[in-house]
């Protein structure tokens, strides 16, 4: 890694001049490293070493941080569902929650083994709106302006999906997407869409994430997706 990050707007460059067809498998987790760890790179080991959660690496393919504090946040449910409701951090912490402890694992190859999550249920988070009947699933978005994810309702409504507020028994810290962030506990990383803020039910499948239309797998289960073979978490 030599710390110099690739901006987004190179990348779509280079998806314009028709470099797209070549960014599947390993051309795709080069591409991953390269545009998500610009952060992680600046202190020359690979590693954010600034932050507490040492163990992992800090991803966001905007090249910066994004806060929003306690106090200001808000989760958004909306689209075909039968009352939109808005969210804030105590709300989502008033709900039962959810504990498990979980590897988190990178498409890239790094995992990061036992993590201590709490947070609450998507599919709590989705009752309380009430998804419409034969919806597709949801489209999420980040306050990051750039990332999107997708799950359909079955993946969404999984015990081990969580809107997370808690990771390693502290609050989700901004590096890693707080105050709330989605962990996807059987899929690749990249399905734990950081800094979430907006989850919008969706009634036929909706554009791919971030990282799908860039070569990754919609259903990115680990061990059975983007030709990978690793250990389910
Ligand atoms: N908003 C946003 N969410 C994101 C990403 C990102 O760049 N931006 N990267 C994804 C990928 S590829 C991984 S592996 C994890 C990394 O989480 P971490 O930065 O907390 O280690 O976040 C996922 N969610
Ligand atoms: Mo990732």
């Avoid at 960014?23 to 992680?40: N, Q, T």
């Avoid at 990771?167 to 996807?184: C, F, T």
Wanted: glycine share 12%; with cysteine; hydrophobic share 40%.
């Amino acid at each position: 890694m030599d710390g110099k990050p690739i901006g987004r707007r190179v990348v779509l460059g280079m998806m314009g001049t028709g470099v797209a067809g070549i960014l599947f498998g390993s051309k795709a987790a080069d591409l991953m490293e390269r545009v998500v760890a610009p952060i992680a790179s600046r202190d020359g080991t690979g590693f954010l070493s600034l932050f507490p959660v040492g163990r992992f690496r800090i991803y966001t393919v905007t090249g910066r941080l994004h806060s929003r504090s306690d106090a200001e946040y808000r989760l958004a449910v909306n689209g075909a569902v039968n009352t939109p409701v808005t969210f804030t951090l105590d709300d989502i912490r008033a709900m039962p929650p959810t504990r498990m402890t979980k590897d988190f694992q990178c498409v890239t190859g790094w995992r990061v083994h036992d993590v201590k999550w709490t947070g609450v249920r998507l599919a709590d988070v989705l009752d309380k709106a009430g998804v419409k009947d034969g919806s597709w699933g949801v489209r999420l978005f980040s306050f990051d302006g750039s990332y999107t994810e997708t799950l359909t309702l079955g993946q969404a409504r999984r015990d081990d999906v969580i809107v997370a507020y808690e990771m390693e028994g502290k609050p989700v810290s901004s590096a890693h997407g707080g105050p709330v962030r989605l962990y996807v506990a059987p899929m690749y990383g990249y399905k734990s869409i950081k800094w979430l803020e907006t989850i919008e039910v969706v009634t036929t499948e909706p554009r791919a994430g971030y990282w799908e239309v860039r070569g990754y797998d919609t259903d990115a289960w680990i061990g059975k997706s983007n030709g990978r073979d690793d250990r389910p978490v």
